[in-house]
């Protein structure tokens, strides 16, 4: 028997000095977001990321060859929870997306001079990076559809054109990381390749950084900014590939598998401090003569949001132990289940603080609108929650097959038939009597 729920006491010390640092150091940057331009941010994240590289705690995500902890996903999971809890917080940590999935990639397909180009110089906290696959024309659900084309020049190098959007810190970023079709007529999930493009590359157009649910009002080269880009006769030389032509989603598998526990645990990280302000508005707010916490749904909402967060908490857990003892395939079931389920969980939770709160929650005097709006998008973004469902249904349903004849296996009469075969010594003898 070897469950463990329990955490090493030094690495739940780093825990402890985690919470302590995201709330004191980190939260207070949300209150002046709007007062701060990049270089403003940049430079109130330098002393930061001093800390967190003195504390051993820098770019945890990676293997400690690449200067990162080689943590393992659960320890990597308890660290996002935390991190979650502000969106300026993986920044000052070193893992924040589309670095850290960017990263990993390179770690694992690039070659030795992409990595002491692009990948050292990232860890560093030197440049920063962006992963450009989603398409305004073709369903991002479904990415063998993709239309960006890379064609290979004589020369071995490649021309790129396509347009993308959504391509996260696009506009603040030194280098690209693009997904294209190199071959239209392979198997559908080996037409794709995965180039690396430095974005002052000519024919690399910045469009704009998409105006949305989380950012409302344009706001071009700013951390978080969601980039529509268009890639015009772009000139690529060999070393742009990374990994093999035809790799781009065997490549992308590597990175979407841990960064959904990551995103997860991030999640509830989101969730919990809604749970916390909920749990304080129920303590002071009067209505009828009574507090909010006396109220039966209030106390509903409460007890259903602490149990769905446990759930939530303990499957993402789960699923993390699972890829850090069998490897990342073997959680790929457990992993779309945490994806839908967390996605929900945290939109439910913050939902109900932000509903306890009333005006003031819908007010921009609380970070909880905020939140609400985050937690919108966690529901069709890393696989709309629709595609986790049905791989999950379908994975399911391979289990089972219909019964002989159309009967349900539990059918009573039927089942009643055979039990008064099987016991009919017992019952023609207390029929005889
Ligand atoms: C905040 C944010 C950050 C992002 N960052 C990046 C990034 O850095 N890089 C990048 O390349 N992209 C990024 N994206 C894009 C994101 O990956 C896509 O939005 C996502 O993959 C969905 O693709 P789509 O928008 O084209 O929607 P579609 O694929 O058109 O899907 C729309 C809807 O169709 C339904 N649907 C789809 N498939 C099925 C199905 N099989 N069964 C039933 N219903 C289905 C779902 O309801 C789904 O929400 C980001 C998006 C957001 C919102």
Redesign the pocket.
């Known amino acids: 028997m070897a469950w463990e729920f329990a955490t090493d006491p030094e690495f739940e010390e780093q825990l402890v000095w985690m919470r302590e640092f995201v709330r004191e150091e980190i939260w207070p940057i949300e209150a002046v977001e709007h007062e701060l331009d990049q270089a403003q941010l940049d430079r109130i994240y330098a002393p930061l990321h001093e800390r967190v590289k003195e504390r051993g705690l820098w770019a945890a995500h990676l293997p400690p060859d690449l200067g990162g902890q080689g943590f393992g996903q659960v320890k990597l999971g308890l660290m996002n929870e935390i991190l979650g809890t502000s969106i300026y917080a993986p920044n000052a940590f070193g893992c924040q997306?589309?670095d850290s999935g960017n990263s990993e990639i390179i770690a694992l397909a690039g070659t030795e001079e992409q990595k002491e180009r692009w990948l050292y110089p990232l860890l560093g906290g030197e440049l920063k990076s962006?992963?450009?696959?989603?398409e305004p024309e073709?369903?991002?659900?479904?990415p063998t559809q993709l239309r960006t084309l890379a064609v290979r020049q004589p020369d071995g190098g490649y021309v790129l054109n396509g347009h993308?959007w959504?391509?996260?810190?696009g506009s603040i970023a030194d280098f690209l990381v693009v997904?294209a079709v190199t071959d239209p007529n392979a198997k559908p999930h080996e037409r794709a390749s995965m180039f690396i493009v430095p974005v002052d590359t000519p024919g690399v157009n910045l469009v704009r950084d998409v105006p949305?649910m989380?950012h409302p009002l344009e706001h071009f080269g700013m951390l978080g900014g969601?980039t529509e880009i268009l890639y015009e006769d772009v000139r690529l030389g060999a070393d742009a590939l990374l990994g093999k032509e035809g790799e781009g989603f065997l490549i992308s598998q590597h990175r979407l598998v841990p960064g959904r526990i990551h995103h997860c645990m991030r999640w509830l990280g989101v969730a919990r401090r809604a749970f916390d302000m909920m749990c304080e508005r129920a303590l002071y707010r009067e209505v009828r003569g009574g507090l909010l916490r006396e109220k039966q749904t209030v106390q509903n909402w409460i007890a259903d949001s602490a149990a769905e967060m446990q759930a939530a908490r303990l499957m993402t857990l789960h699923a993390a132990w699972k890829i850090d003892r069998y490897g990342s395939s073997a959680a790929r079931h457990d992993v779309s289940l945490i994806k839908f389920f967390g996605a929900k969980v945290m939109h439910d939770v913050v939902d109900r603080a932000l509903q306890l709160h009333g005006g003031l929650g819908y007010s921009t005097d609380m970070p909880l609108e905020k939140l609400y709006r985050y937690a919108r998008?966690a529901?069709?973004?890393?696989?709309?929650?629709?595609?986790h469902r049905?791989s999950v249904a379908r994975r399911i349903l391979r289990g089972y097959e219909a019964p002989p004849g159309n009967v349900p296996t539990e059918y009573v009469p039927a089942r009643r038939e055979a039990a008064r075969r099987k016991f009919a010594h017992v019952l023609d003898a207390v029929a005889a009597k």
């Open positions: 997306a589309p962006a992963f450009s696959m989603t073709t369903a991002g659900s479904d993308k959504f391509t996260s810190n997904m949305n989380e969601h998008h529901r069709f973004v890393d696989g709309a929650d629709e595609v049905e």
